[in-house]
Nanobody
């Protein structure tokens, strides 16, 4: 069973940067992690970044130009570089891959990002 482990979160001041990592394990094959999500307190989980089947990466309007998703397929790891962080970016961040019925893998524990002065 594939396990997802997110890391790299923390407390950062507005305008700061963080780099999140998500490592997938439990499979002998390359795991195609394609998306980052986040869930703020009291809100639904939302899609933040998605690598399409065509190879491009789409971002939520709220993070466009500030967040960059990348992957290291050899390590079954995806990253989310977050710059110019804002208080409204405060959330628990998760990785996964979308499927026709939701997501492909069981959710990991996520990593908490708190943007506050």
């Amino acid at each position: 069973q594939v396990q997802l482990v997110e890391s790299g979160g923390g407390l950062v001041q507005p305008g700061g940067s963080l780099r999140l990592s998500c490592a997938a394990s439990g499979s002998g094959f390359t795991i195609n992690l394609r998306a980052w999500y986040r869930q703020a307190p009291g809100k639904e989980r939302e899609l933040v970044a998605l690598k399409t089947s065509g190879g491009t990466t789409n971002y939520a309007d709220s993070v466009k130009g500030r967040f960059t998703m990348s992957r290291d397929n050899a390590k079954n790891t995806v990253y989310l570089q977050m710059n110019s962080l804002k208080p409204e970016d405060t959330a628990v961040y998760y990785c996964n891959s979308p499927s026709a019925t939701g997501v492909r893998f069981r959710w990991g524990q996520g990593t908490q990002v708190t943007v506050s002065s």
